[in-house]
């Protein structure tokens, strides 16, 4: 049978080179940055959009909001856009997002690692060591935050970084009316704690309720345990030191201190608290199940809205020392930190937009919905805060702001106080996750 | 008369096909490469850093004394979640498509009802399992009750990664069924009939003629349950979470190493190291795929 010949053969391969081109293309142009930032210059009035990166929570994403349209209503050339990720996968969003250069104020935590953690610099000390995030040094906004808190997130003397606020995480929330309704009062002392919990215990109330699912919730009381064998943050500063230099050992007696007293937390908890989400235990709280619940003040916001007006919440730092004295500070944490991309195409409305954000009065309006403490003096810090400003009248640092892990570690060393190797956490003693930690820790060295 | 059905010449098919190559060569085999390549470098995926070239430094990390009892872990898990959930799938499968293939009335309803979840999306499926297993006040935990027991399941070390193997055997049980009902339905009536009048009882059909006909399918099963469950890791991570001892899967240390944060902790990723571990899991993957396709192969030509 005769075919018509269509077109010669030529064509055809020619054709088809083409065709692969042009669709390699088109593919690859759909993967490049579409970035319409308006203007480059970091005069003039701040217009076009502007990308804002946040990891989230609940409370604080509401807060950036209502920052966000305020922002918006001054600067009506300005749009916006704002993302926000789940901390596990905020890490993945910034990169790909910095390497795309299209974010201009972003959550960024450069943290200036000691000489002795030499080369153990996560991602965001890189970024500000390679000049990704503009120096906001001398900006004048900088001066609305208290001093104190700007030195503590100094990289290399220099600010790359706005702080939102404070939150504490070495608490318990507790009820008081089961407190009130069993003669309790807020323990200041290790064995008080314990006997708070006997107490409650022997009573038919669950003592205390962690979301251990999530893993870092059950952390919290190992935080506040380290709080109990180092107080100050000179103490903190000096384990840190000693376990890199190897002069301490997570065998020695005060870090197997930290896992006994974690372990006894943990036996005060619900049943099978490690299969219960973090996102839980505010409602199972408020319903009445467990007395307290250890958690940080960032989610007092999440937990006042859950109990309602069912009962008087309290809130007191967990004491892991028999000295009194050595739990009368929560420790925390600078929350969420801003930074401007030095990639920004629109360092005009960046700039305006950390000016705005650290302006007294929005700033005020953040506050107070995100929950955080204020980084800014003279700003009210609503009832919850000030009930607990005993606590807090000095910052001190919790251990994971002082601590450096080791990549060259084993995972049993990470914290380096190892509370998820921990029964029910994981099949552990406090002696055993010990002994794990330190062999895992002293493989790196 | 051509040969290249259903295109009347040769040249419309090459064009086709090399656009295909050109495809997978671009986004299959570039990147691939590309893996093997970072993997000898510290790369971080971060703008404005400088890439070092550190040779075989990953690979010598992932073997080394502080990791290899994790990665080692990791490893095991991988193998136990790949071959309990190759076989269990493909035995419950056979069961149900040998069950569905039968004249049942609405049957057409229960072949839906057990291909669904393969259409759910991962997270949804990690948000319903999740909900049932929740240790406080779940259904799974009633059921429990009743028995006067209860577990913190997926918060149990030592069920974790049985649970999340239950869920991917849930989730991905519908393809296998769809695979074998092909295979089933491609066996012609008459050799069926032929072996009964031979007075061949039903297990002997089962065994000597439906299982031998079914080889192609089971081939096709048993490859694409092992290469799948090797690379899964995306329901041991909304299950249980990115750092779980008891369910860590190379697979997912690769992504928490690459993208992912540790929650609670600053530790230092490298992008470079994360592709050293995928290229230590493309040799286990590779290796036991084509172990395992040479052997039904060679098993299929003998039945």
Not at chain 2, 45 to 56: K, T, V
Not at chain 2, 150 to 158: E, L, M, Q, V
Not at chain 2, 270 to 292: C, D, L
Request: charged fraction near 15%; hydrophobic fraction near 45%.
């Amino acid at each position: 049978m005769a075919t018509k010949k269509l077109r010669p053969r030529a064509t055809v391969r020619r054709g088809t080179a083409v065709l692969a081109a042009v669709s390699a293309l088109a593919i690859l142009a759909g993967c490049s940055a579409t970035s319409d930032s308006g203007s480059s210059s970091d005069s003039g009035t701040p217009s076009g959009t502007l990308q804002v990166l946040v990891s989230s929570a609940d409370a604080s994403d509401a807060a950036f909001r209502a920052i966000n349209k305020s922002f918006e209503a001054k600067y009506p050339k300005v749009k916006v856009v704002f993302s926000t990720i789940s901390n596990d996968k905020y890490p993945a969003a910034e990169s790909s997002r910095l390497t795309a250069g299209n974010v201009d104020v972003l959550v960024a935590k450069p943290v200036q690692v000691p000489s002795y953690a030499k080369d153990s610099e996560a991602d965001d000390a890189r970024l500000a060591e390679s000049g990704s995030f503009i120096d906001l040094t001398k900006q004048s906004f900088m001066k609305n935050y208290t001093p104190s808190v700007l030195s503590s997130i100094a990289f290399k003397g220099k600010q790359y970084t706005i702080p939102t606020g404070i939150s504490y995480e070495t608490g318990v929330y507790y009820n008081k009316d089961i407190f009130k309704k069993y003669g309790i009062d807020v323990p200041t002392t290790w064995s008080e704690f314990e006997k708070v919990a006997d107490t409650l215990k022997s009573d038919g109330v669950t003592p205390l309720g962690i979301g251990g699912k999530d893993s870092w919730p059950a952390g919290l009381p190992m935080l506040a345990a380290v709080q109990g064998q180092y107080p100050t943050t000179a103490d903190k500063e000096g384990v840190a030191k000693n376990l890199w230099n190897q002069k301490t050992k997570l065998t020695d007696a005060k870090p197997q201190a930290i896992l006994d007293t974690t372990e006894k937390v943990f036996g005060y908890a619900q049943q099978n608290f490690a299969g219960v989400p973090y996102s839980a235990t505010p409602g199972a709280f408020a319903a009445g199940q467990y007395a307290m619940t250890p958690d940080g003040t960032w989610n007092y916001p999440t937990i006042a809205s859950a109990v309602a007006s069912k009962f008087d919440i309290g809130y007191f730092p967990l004491p892991t020392s028999d000295t009194a004295a050595n739990n009368q500070y929560l420790t925390g944490k600078v929350e969420l930190r801003l930074a401007a991309a030095s990639s920004t195409k629109n360092k005009t409305a960046a700039l305006a937009y950390l000016k705005f954000f650290s302006d007294p009065t929005n700033y005020k309006t953040f506050v107070k919905l995100s929950g955080f403490a204020p980084a800014e003096p003279n700003i009210p810090s609503g009832d919850f805060l000030d009930s607990i400003s005993q606590y807090t009248k000095k910052f001190v640092p919790a251990w994971d702001q002082i601590w450096v892990a080791n990549t060259k570690a084993g995972n049993a060393a990470l914290f380096p106080f190892n509370y998820v190797s921990l029964t029910p956490m994981g099949t552990d003693s406090a002696k055993a996750a010990a002994q794990q930690a330190q062999q895992d820790w002293a493989a790196a060295f | 008369m051509t040969n290249f059905y259903p295109f009347p010449r040769r040249g419309p098919m090459r064009t086709i096909f090399i656009v295909g190559l050109a495809v997978l060569g671009v986004f299959g085999l570039v990147p691939a490469v590309g893996v093997l390549v970072i993997s000898f470098t510290d790369i971080r995926g971060l703008p404005n850093l400088p890439i070092h070239w550190i040779g075989i430094d990953n690979y010598l990390a992932f073997f080394s004394r502080a990791h290899v009892g994790d990665n080692l872990n990791a490893i095991k898990n991988t193998l136990v979640f790949a071959i309990v959930s190759t076989v269990v799938q493909i035995l419950a499968a056979l069961g149900i498509a040998l069950l569905f293939n039968q004249k049942l009335r609405g049957r057409n309803v229960y072949r839906a009802i057990v291909f669904m979840p393969t259409v759910l999306g991962v997270t949804v499926i990690g948000l319903i399992w999740s909900l049932i297993f929740n240790p406080a006040g779940g259904p799974a935990s009633s059921v429990l009750k009743w028995f006067g027991t209860n577990s913190a399941f997926f918060g149990d070390p030592k069920l974790a990664l049985a649970l999340v193997i239950f869920v991917q055997i849930w989730s991905i049980l519908g393809v296998s069924v769809v695979i074998f009902l092909a295979g089933l339905q491609a066996i012609p009536e008459d050799v069926q009939e032929a072996a009964s009048i031979d007075g061949a009882t039903a297990w002997q059909r089962l065994r000597l003629v439906t299982i031998p006909m079914l080889a192609p399918s089971i081939t096709a099963n048993v490859l694409l349950g092992i290469v799948n469950a090797l690379q899964s890791y995306q329901l041991a991570y909304v299950l249980t979470g990115p750092n779980n001892h008891a369910t860590q899967l190379l697979s997912l240390e690769i992504y928490v190493q690459g993208f992912g944060g540790t929650p609670g902790a600053v530790v230092s990723q490298s992008q470079g190291y994360a592709s050293a571990i995928s290229i230590v899991q493309f040799v286990i993957v590779g290796v036991i795929s084509v172990a395992s396709l040479l052997y039904l192969r060679k098993r299929e030509a003998r039945l």
